[in-house]
């Protein structure tokens, strides 16, 4: 090229337009992970890892309640997600088979190691690592040779269940006494409203599918039935509140392999159970189960406002 760009120019950030804002703020933060910098209400939300003012927005101003763009129509194809290292992307991997959310391929480029998906409104995926350059496929005369074979999604995710040093900044406050006695509430709270919400549900599929024998069979059932999987999420985080409360840090081998939670985790946490406790006739299934059990159940109304009001009164 006789003019070629400035090679530090980089791509900054992607905006999707999006039909239902709290599922894909719910997918991009809940799952992902990243962080949420900015919210306009029901209308817009920018979201950055690492405190950058945002790589990701996402807004409803023309696409409310809209429909993903028919085969056939131009548009994007995917936006590609870097992550730093491979163990980055092993642990997304992680979030979304904790998640539940399907791969649609998975590959390795020799240049690179990518999994592709859809997020919620269809827009595409790719979650990558670059190898290092170095280690770049070149042919003969030295030019770059990608290739697409088969990514071991298996070994992959395997490398996110080992154990890693903590990578905690110093500066970063660890979780307050303050906090996690507010978390223990919260806990408590979300138990209630928890229970709440399975005795609504186990109220309508008896109506609908027949009474449950025993408390042994409903147990079953809430493990394995589809019709009680979408208060997986709330138990999820009662786990995650359990954890960060629990540890204290244990190390072996020199290595810290349980870290002790900040400041920072926390606020994510409570973040993210705030989002999720979302009633919504029109949003994904967990935001129309909770409208319906809101709407049929003074006791889960009951245990939302308590939840609520310890969530506005949390840092």
Partial sequence: MPDPI???????HIHLKVADLDRAVAFYSGVLGFQITTRMGQQAAFLSAGGYHHHIGLN????RNGHPPPPGTT????????????AALADALRRLVDARVPLEGASDHGVSEALYLHDPDGNGLELYWDRPRAEWPKGPDGSLRMTTEPLDVDALLEEARRPKAANVPASAPLLEPATRAKLVDLR?????????????????????????????????FVIHDPWFAWLHQ????????????????????????????????????????DRL??????GDTFARRYFEAIQRQPAVVLAHGAVKKLLKNSP
């Fill in 6 to 12: 400035d090679p530090r120019v980089d791509i900054g």
């Fill in 60 to 63: 409803t101003w023309e696409t």
């Fill in 75 to 86: 548009g994007l194809y995917h936006v590609a997600i870097r992550y730093p290292d491979r």
């Fill in 188 to 220: 408590t709270a979300l138990l209630t409203l928890h229970k709440a919400l399975l005795d609504d549900a186990k109220s309508a599929y008896d109506m609908d599918r027949g009474r449950i024998a025993s408390a042994g069979a409903l147990l079953q």
């Fill in 234 to 273: 709330v138990s999820e985080l009662i786990v995650r509140i359990d954890v960060m409360t629990a540890t204290e840090g244990k190390t072996t081998d020199a290595k810290v392999t349980d870290p002790k939670p900040t400041e920072a985790d926390a606020r994510i946490l409570l973040d993210q159970v």
């Fill in 277 to 282: 406790l979302i009633p919504s006739e029109t």
